[in-house]
């Protein structure tokens, strides 16, 4: 599957340098650029925002290191999650059509005054390989 139209174009979706090297002390286990993905926000709830159902589309990076799970919406970390850390577990993990690796989780894991469901979905064809290596670290 080819990258993003944005990244192959403007770089969108790449990782910072900064970010990289810091990756790479942790030991990149995997790691995909210029992903198409989309957050999907149902029946959500913060301060200052609600929705029954709103998806957006972006161009990100998702990858997995000794140390934890990322993912970013250009620059901002979406993921930041250390294989140490329980919520890891209660996130959701499935692959759709082959090629989406969807992770759905329960606003309020992170954010005490969220509720809802928060579902990211990144299109990359290491979708099967990212979540055999993540079932295998949160067993």
Request: aromatic share 12%; hydrophobic share 40%; proline share 4%.
């Amino acid at each position: 599957m080819a990258k993003s139209f944005l990244y192959r174009l403007f770089g969108i979706g790449k990782i910072p340098a900064s970010y990289v090297s810091q990756l790479q002390t942790e030991g990149i286990v995997l790691l995909d650029e210029g992903v198409k993905g989309s957050v999907t926000y149902l029946n959500f709830h913060r301060p200052g925002k609600s929705s029954a159902w709103e998806r957006r589309w972006f161009t990100t990076s998702i990858g997995l290191t000794k140390a934890r799970l990322f993912a970013l919406w250009g620059s901002n970390p979406i993921i930041n999650v250390p294989l140490t850390d329980e919520r890891l577990r209660a996130m959701r993990y499935s692959l759709e059509n082959g090629e989406t690796l969807c992770v759905a989780l329960d606003a309020a894991l992170f954010h005490a005054d969220w509720s809802g469901t928060i579902e990211y979905r990144f299109r990359t064809p290491q979708a099967q390989q990212l979540l055999e290596l993540l079932q295998k670290q949160i067993v």
